[in-house]
């Protein structure tokens, strides 16, 4: 195996938007040496849900470097100068732009940063060994002082659906949704998040073909909206989140599940024009295939029953046990965090709370005992830092933190926002 023999800096686990946000921060620099490792052949965000009618919820300057370094010449906006598109843009009159874009930005920052990464290069374990950390691809060795973990959350899958895994039964966001063909089956949406929401859509389309019929399910009330009210978006924002940190543990979870549909909701414009395609559907065009949305239903039990299956649902509002027959499942049930594989080897040296989750300082650094070597994360301290932590709302922001404890200073402006118009943490005297 070859083993290079810089010892870097940093060494960077995980190519997504979250680190490519800390390295678009860091590469300017000369004062850092830099590599970030990812197993995929080039950059790409969920390209099994990138569905044409798939918009972000959140604003365009909320990008990799904007919030944090408006003239960093990996902002969004330079991203449309550069390629020819800044006066068409504007010319959309949009506040947000769709997923597809999004990558397309972020892929080309990736091209613009590539003399730091290193794609095809899967890492299958990290060793920590004197005074540094050993990264080990199935390719190449790499070592450096510090590691910067961003590998992405575990998808999150019904204990009842796992012995039925496959490519009838599987999680939205897998390889088998690309070539999926529904021609003349019963498909079941188990989720009413805005991926489950953008699969029912999508499945009505005929996206993957004609289907006998589509149902989807979820936990959840309704197809509920976002809340992106403008003072609920204040928990968005680097002082509500400076300040959660330090609440306890108790007081943080109950707050964090209270907020759920800040982060989770469906985006409202979506949720209204799908209702205008079902309204137009039902009683002009006629053109969708059956359909059920079911509310308050959980997913219990699974069984296969010859060449298809048998869902055993629990309707939560009238308390009575329904069954749903299915062809194909499809699992829009989000995800679970859990630290990665490659981690197992330095279990012992982590810090770990109560409930098995990691326990992580401020500035976003792994608690452990690892002496003057560190490892920081993203999207692992949602119990930490609260509901931003998994969203792109904040990730310019946390990558200056980030930076800034890397190089023992603030270089990037992360400390000094004016107090929020709702004071959460203080009585405003």
Sequence with gaps: MKKENDIYDLVGVGIGPFNLSLIALLAPLKSISLKFLDGKSEFSWHPELMFGDATMQTSYLKDLVTPVMPTNPYSFLNYLVSNGQFYHFLNTGRQSITRFEFEAYCKWVSREVSDFTEFD????????VGDKFKVISENCEYEGRKLCVASGPRPNIPACARSHLGHKVFHAKSKEIKDLSVDGKRVLIVGGGQTG???FRNMLKDKWGRSQSVKLITGRENLMPLDEGPFTNEVFTPEFVSNFHSLSQKNKDSFTESLLLTSDGNTPSYLQELYNELYLDKFYHKAFPAYDILPMRWLEALDRDSDHYVCRVKNRLNERDEDIEADIIILA?????????FLDGLHDKISFDELGRPNMARDYKLVGDFGENE????????HGHGIADP???LMSWRSAVIANALLGHEQFKNTTYKSSFINFFTNGN
């Design 375 to 382: 490892i920081y994360t993203m999207n692992y301290s949602r």
């Design 391 to 393: 969203q792109t709302s």
């Design 121 to 128: 290069s899967k890492v299958l374990g990290v060793e920590h």
């Design 197 to 199: 929401v953008e699969i």
């Design 333 to 341: 049930t989000g995800f679970k965090t859990k630290l990665p594989d």
